[in-house]
Nanobody
């Protein structure tokens, strides 16, 4: 069992930046690849980015490339999502998730544990 708690969301102006954190507790953090997803009102939850156990492989959705950066600190059992050049369409609840498999998953079904989410609102 892994417990995930996101933090760092809030209201930001278009063009601004925000950094989300996701703290993990429970079973060995190193045993999980980690992902960030987001869900806007009335839309399905979508993949944003994923990082491997060691942090050396990171995958991004096209919408995140060049603007978002995912990282992890295994000593702190925490992953981060740095979001720059934010747009109103980035407004969503952002969720972190843990994946214990070795397959690179970009869909929600590939992840075993989820946090409660943190709201990011980008004003125009």
């Amino acid at each position: 069992q892994v417990q995930l708690v996101e933090s760092g969301g809030g209201l930001v102006q278009a063009g601004g930046s925000v950094r989300l954190s996701c703290a993990a507790s429970g079973r060995t953090f190193l045993g999980y690849a980690m992902g960030w997803f987001r869900q806007a009102p009335g839309k399905e939850r979508e993949f944003v980015t994923r990082i491997s156990r060691s942090g050396d492989v990171i995958n991004y959705a096209d919408s995140a490339k060049g603007r978002f950066t995912m990282s992890r600190d295994n000593a702190k059992n925490t992953v981060y999502l740095q979001m720059n050049s934010l747009k109103p369409e980035d407004t969503a609840v952002y969720y972190c998730a843990a994946d214990q498999s070795l397959v690179v998953h970009t869909t929600i079904r590939g992840y075993d544990y989820w946090g409660q989410g943190t709201q990011v609102t980008v004003s125009s």
